[in-house]
T-cell receptor, first 112, second 116 residues
Framework: EAQVTQNPRYLITVTGKKLTVTCSQN?????MSWYRQDPGLGLRQIYY???????DKGDVPEGYKVSRKEKRNFPLILESPSPNQTSLYFC???????????FGPGTRLTVT | DAKTTQPPSMDCAEGRAANLPCNHS???????VYWYRQIHSQGPQYIIH???NNETNEMASLIITEDRKSSTLILPHATLRDTAVYYC?????????????????FGGGTRVLVKP
């Protein structure tokens, strides 16, 4: 089954404690993105990758890092989480020839 | 990407067709119409897209007016599981403009409530 998986699905953590949210897709897609969704602000792109070892900042990259060492994985790293990073996070993947994006189930992060 | 206008909410009876309108009067010639939906707090889900011809798949039908300034997404037999926010997006497909990893920008969408 074609899918994007994220882990963990829920996470409560404290300010400053480094964390990683993993994202994996099984569709051999070149493009992958991370979004955050906050009430009233819609989906905002954090980082994206257009292929292995090719990443770039999206609209709200501050406080986040990513890596793309393998085509299927695109982890999101919060080196020192802060309460304003409390949000619902989605990973997405797609191929260059398709307008269809596949989204993961989401990770609800709370930073206290 | 062209701006779209959708009604903020609508109700639909279970088993009936749901017709979701979208206005995109500034659409340009190479922009497609895409529809996604998001069931509460789940990841957005692609539904359908089209350029100028009507399209149909297993989920829905997309009717685009001849002047392409508006479109309608039709869910032929709405179920309770179709309750979601539906987003109409107009954009150049990623094959033509390779930017931002195929970033999607959602507007306000239409909150659809399917009632028994």
């Amino acid at each position: 089954e074609a899918q994007v998986t994220q882990n963990p699905r829920y996470l409560i953590t404290v300010t400053g404690k480094k964390l990683t949210v993993t994202c994996s897709q099984n569709m051999n897609h070149e493009y992958m993105s991370w979004y955050r969704q906050d009430p009233g602000l819609g989906l905002r792109q954090i980082y994206y990758s257009m292929n292995v070892e090719v990443t770039d900042k999206g609209d709200v990259p501050e406080g986040y890092k990513v890596s793309r060492k393998e085509k299927r994985n695109f982890p999101l790293i919060l080196e020192s989480p802060s309460p304003n990073q409390t949000s619902l996070y989605f990973c997405a993947s797609s191929s260059p020839g398709s307008g269809e994006q596949y989204f993961g189930p989401g990770t609800r992060l709370t930073v206290t | 990407d062209a701006k779209t206008t959708q009604p903020p909410s609508m109700d639909c009876a279970e088993g009936r067709a749901a017709n979701l309108p979208c206005n995109h009067s500034t659409i340009s010639g190479n922009e497609y119409v895409y529809w996604y939906r998001q069931i509460h707090s789940q990841g957005p889900q692609y539904i359908i897209h089209g350029l100028k011809n009507n399209e149909t798949n297993e989920m829905a039908s997309l009717i685009i007016t001849e002047d392409r300034k508006s479109s309608t997404l039709i869910l032929p037999h709405a179920t309770l599981r179709d309750t979601a926010v539906y987003y109409c997006i107009v954009r150049v497909p990623p094959l033509i403009i390779k930017a931002a990893g195929n970033k999607l920008t959602f507007g306000g969408g239409t909150r659809v409530l399917v009632k028994p």
